[in-house]
């Protein structure tokens, strides 16, 4: 059965930092990519990162990219997003997602490219 279990979220002050974590089990037959999105309440889910599992390549949404950072440890099948400088738009439920290797767009940054889902982590910022 394919996991992906998040991890890392929490209340934090403004101005703070964080990293959230999303590790992958019983993926086959491996990962091209991992993506984070994010909900905000009232809100649609939006992109905010990604990384190509292969490579490490990343991309990032334009909004976010000043403050985010993308990582992944191939050897434990986890990726990371370590989110500085928060502030109250940060606020939202924070998604990880894994897409099997199928020939798609290098960087994938809709959710419809993605295969799998995590259980979602709230982050909440505190003014």
């Known amino acids: 059965q394919v996991k992906l279990v998040e991890a890392g979220g929490g209340e934090v002050q403004a101005g703070g930092s964080l990293r959230l974590s999303c590790t992958a089990s019983n993926i086959t037959p491996s990962i091209y990519a991992m993506g984070w999105f994010r909900q905000a309440p009232g809100k649609e889910r939006q992109f905010v990162a990604t990384?190509?599992?292969?490579?490490?390549?990343?991309n990032y949404a334009d909004s976010v990219k000043d403050r985010l950072t993308i990582s992944r440890d191939k050897a434990t099948n986890t990726g990371y997003l370590f989110i500085d400088n928060l502030n109250s738009e940060d606020t939202a439920v924070y998604y990880c997602?894994?897409?099997?290797?199928?020939?798609?767009?290098?960087?994938?940054?809709?959710?419809?490219?993605?295969?799998?889902w995590g259980q979602g982590t709230q982050v909440t910022v505190s003014m």
């Open positions: 990384i190509n599992w292969f490579g490490g390549s990343t």
């Open positions: 997602a894994a897409s099997l290797p199928r020939g798609g767009p290098y960087f994938i940054t809709t959710g419809g490219g993605y295969d799998y």
